[in-house]
């Protein structure tokens, strides 16, 4: 694992190094593949062997720091809680295989996520009933994205630490990100600060750049459709 992650760290700093022709290859490559210009290839976009490309919105990468981390849930709350890493391991662990799809036509799949039930940690917040959805606050500023709290109900929404078995690398959101598996990539936010209860569902940082709220995989604005 340790000589994957260094790879991967060291691609994605050479991409970063390649500046313009990097990111217009993969622009052009997008282009090809769905036919139509979308504002992800602003994004900086390694690909690695797996299959996976890592994206930013901000071209670096939070850092994770397990003395200062937190994961807050506030808003429309009956108690405002704050879970170090440990506490947030220390919940229920749960476990599932699925495919991961990005808007832009790319997928992964049976990927193995590791983490806790989205459900059971709202359930220590005790949301209030004015509250119909949640935001989703990376460390990566300003991305945040929505799910009504009925699309965040569903069975497989977790928050994952682990993928395929290891700790979240850093480059796909470590300590912890979204994982909701029905919808596209751009819902399944990096890098997990914060979760507030809110009284409904906004545009998040890809939808306001047009993209669908709700992205369902196969039935939302996307590839494919
Ligand atoms: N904080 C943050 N989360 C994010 C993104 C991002 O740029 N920043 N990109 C989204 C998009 S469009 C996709 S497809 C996936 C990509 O996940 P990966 O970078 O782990 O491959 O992350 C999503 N979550
Ligand atoms: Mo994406």
Redo the contacts with the bound molecule.
Sequence with gaps: MEEPRRYGRRVFLATVAGGVSSLYWGKAAWDHVTGVVTP?AN?V?PIFPSG???????GHM?TFDPATWRLDIGGLVEEQVSLTYDELRALPRVEQVST?H???G?T?NNVRWGGVRLHDVLARARPQMSGHALRFV???VP?VDYLTIQQASLHDVMLAYEMDGQPLPR???APV?LIIPEM????????LQGIDVVPQAVNG??EDLGYDRDAWVGRSNGYGT
């Design positions: 992800v994004a976009a996976w490309r890592i994206y930013t919105i901000s939070p991961f990005c808007v832009t790319w992964v990376s460390m990566e991305y480059e796909h959101g990100r596209y990539g751009y819902k399944n936010v990096k890098w940082y890809w």
